[in-house]
């Protein structure tokens, strides 16, 4: 319990958090990306640019013109349908690696016939991925669609010129090769980019890399061919640094905000507002208002052939997340992300925790909520403006997580300690102080300072004179000798209480009593005084009583004396015991033992008496030498 409780077992906990923030796990990642999407849940981005349009293929399409995939004519008279309503460039998020195969020799293969009477039908047959080619080459605005694949490429497809600045290739994500579209249809194209989002632990598209590469060849993807061909470019200039991918350019002036992976954060608005068509919508040129002079992505949306993947605003289609990153581009509504703000948010969030580790040890329960609410909802404020104003993507997530844990954690171990100390001071000192001490005690345990602590204060030693013939008295009955003892040593103690002393310790027939500690009393020497003349008027009603009953009556003697000693808890954190010791605590036993020879029951010592302002009837008794000093000192009694 004891490591547990230590401020060390702290500092570990701490250093060991600080740790799985620099490690960068998935745990801590999507403990990060949940905190943006939320971000995004309750501000998505509200400019929307309308110049992006997605055209859905429904499942009513596939009704109506056929099964996919469709003879590439059909395609090309669709195609000819957004060109002719003014489309200004158009994506299709639809791979076509293969050619139609309902289409002039490749429809042909499925029947049973030779070579050569395939090839002279073929000659009557209309070539429709030839007729979609014309159609692509016609519109000149056509972005296709590259894919990635598991296995390597013999010969990689080029694609727009990419200019190289600095050690580019070790940042970009790497595949070992790409599918790309018919090469009959590349011809025509504008522009071929690859259409792939980055690979996140919990599958939730949140970037998307701009360029990739496939051994040492970069390609770009679609969104990056859209803002080229958008800014007129014919190349592509990326430059790395060494942190990474630090500009991905199309112009002098126009470029994308990429991380150092070369990854653009979406930043997703609400889905809802999209202008979606469907491609029968697009066939009847009722809607050419909503597709001319926009960019128009074209996908599956019918059941079973459409590629659905997880954002921060829930599924959607692959098109609807290529529009919603196109138009993150046209509005210039980027999402940002520091190279450098994994050191600073680690740096900051190791301050906070030391900065913790030192106050809260400190603070009471009470003040720690409170603190630990204002921490934590000043991060979280922080980062959620930095997000809504300036676009600035600030992880608070494991910070706001190792605060509270180290909170929760010190917080424990305080209420721990101060229970256990209360109740240890509840046990000690119950009978031993008045209860309302006891309770300012316990309500500020502080005031027992483990190794103790320097004061002036005043001492009290009270024992029983000629104790052993009463305990010859009672030689066959030592519980009536208990029971005499018992009221003796309650009656003195309630007057020592009463009167704001602490009784230290019992010892046989003695009491050994102090003032002026655990609680700060101003008047401790009148106290210690006046508690001694109480105790000898309360003995007289006690030997009265005892008299009665034919008990035997008891005789006492007290010493006082005032001084510097040492006081606090001698012993350890769970186990001590709040006592005091020094040589003005000695002098007072030693006037107690000497009040016999005196013949006095009070004995003073003079540093009492000089103390006291109450007028007591002081009186000198003589100068001794007690065991233990050389010097004479002066003692004196009370007349009462």
Not at 72 to 89: E, K, P, Q, Y
Not at 235 to 252: C, F, P, T
Not at 506 to 533: S, T, Y
């Amino acid at each position: 319990m004891k490591i547990f409780t230590s401020i060390w077992m702290v500092i570990v906990f701490a250093i060991v958090l600080t740790g799985i923030r620099v490690n960068n796990s998935d745990t801590v990642k999507i403990l990060r990306y949940k905190t943006w999407d939320y971000f995004q849940q309750v501000q998505p981005r509200a400019d929307i640019s309308d110049r992006v349009v997605v055209v859905n293929i429904t499942e009513s399409d596939l009704k109506r013109y056929g099964q996919w995939p469709w003879p590439r004519h059909i395609l090309a008279l669709f195609h000819a349908g957004l060109t002719d309503s003014g489309a200004v460039l158009v994506n299709y998020n639809v791979l076509f690696a293969e050619a139609d195969r309902m289409g002039g020799k490749e429809y042909l293969k499925s029947f049973p016939m030779t070579e050569e009477v395939r090839e002279q039908l073929g000659a009557f047959l209309t070539d429709t991925d030839r007729v979609f080619a014309y159609a692509i080459n016609e519109s000149k605005n056509v972005v296709l669609m590259m894919s990635v694949k598991s296995d390597q490429d013999e010969i990689i497809p080029t694609t727009t010129q990419i200019i190289q600045k600095g050690n580019v290739l070790p940042w970009l994500y790497e595949y070992n090769g790409i599918v790309p579209p018919l090469t009959q249809l590349t011809v025509g194209a504008k522009g071929i980019g690859v259409n792939v989002t980055s690979p996140e632990p919990d599958a939730v598209v949140r970037k998307m890399p701009v360029l990739i590469r496939v051994g040492d060849k970069i390609y770009p993807s679609m969104l990056l061919e859209n803002i080229r061909l958008v800014n007129r470019s014919k190349r592509i200039k990326v430059v790395a640094k060494e942190y990474g991918i630090n500009e991905v350019l199309v112009s002098k002036k126009a470029g994308i905000p990429v991380n150092h992976n070369a990854e653009m954060y979406i930043n997703y608005a609400d889905p809802s507002q999209y202008t979606q068509l469907s491609v029968e919508q697009v066939f009847s040129r009722e809607h050419d208002e909503k597709i001319k002079g926009r960019i128009v992505v074209v996908g599956m949306d019918a059941a079973g052939l459409s590629v659905l993947k997880y954002t921060p605003h829930g599924l959607t289609t692959d098109q609807m997340i290529t529009a919603q990153a196109l138009d993150t581009t046209m509005t210039g509504d980027y999402l940002y992300r520091t190279p450098q703000a994994d050191t600073y948010e680690i740096v900051f969030m190791a301050f906070l925790l030391l900065l913790l580790i030192l106050v809260l040890p400190r603070t009471s329960v009470l003040l720690a909520v409170p603190l630990l609410f204002f921490i934590e909802g000043g991060i979280a404020y922080g980062a959620f403006m930095a997000y809504a104003n300036k676009g600035f993507l600030v992880d608070p997530s494991w910070t706001m997580l190792s605060v509270f844990l180290i909170w929760a954690h010190s917080v424990y171990n305080n209420f721990a300690t101060q229970s256990r100390l209360r109740q240890q001071i509840k046990k000690q000192f119950e009978h031993y102080l008045d209860p309302g001490m006891v309770k300012k005690l316990q309500k500020d345990p502080s005031l027992l300072k483990l190794g103790g602590e320097k004061r002036d204060m005043t001492f009290l030693f009270c024992d029983i004179r000629g104790f052993t013939p009463i305990s010859e008295k009672y030689k066959g009955n030592p519980e009536g000798l208990t029971k005499l003892i018992n009221r003796f040593l309650t009656r003195m103690t309630d007057v020592i209480i009463a009167n704001g002393g602490t009784i230290d310790k019992f010892m046989g027939d003695c009491i050994m009593a102090f003032w002026n500690a655990p609680i700060e009393d101003g008047q401790h020497e009148e106290h210690a005084v006046q508690a001694a003349i109480d105790m000898q008027n309360e003995l007289l009603k006690l030997n009265q009583q005892l008299a009665v009953e034919g008990l035997p009556t008891i005789a006492i003697g007290i010493g006082i004396n005032t001084g510097e000693a040492l006081v606090g808890n001698m012993g350890s954190d769970q186990r001590f015991d709040y006592s005091v010791i020094g040589d003005a605590v000695n002098l007072a036993a030693r006037l107690e033992s000497s009040s016999k020879t005196l013949g006095k029951t009070l004995v003073i010592g003079e540093g009492t008496v000089k103390a006291a302002k109450l007028n007591y009837n002081f009186e000198y008794i003589d100068q001794i030498t007690v065991k233990g000093k050389t010097e004479e000192i002066k003692v004196y009694t009370v007349k009462h």
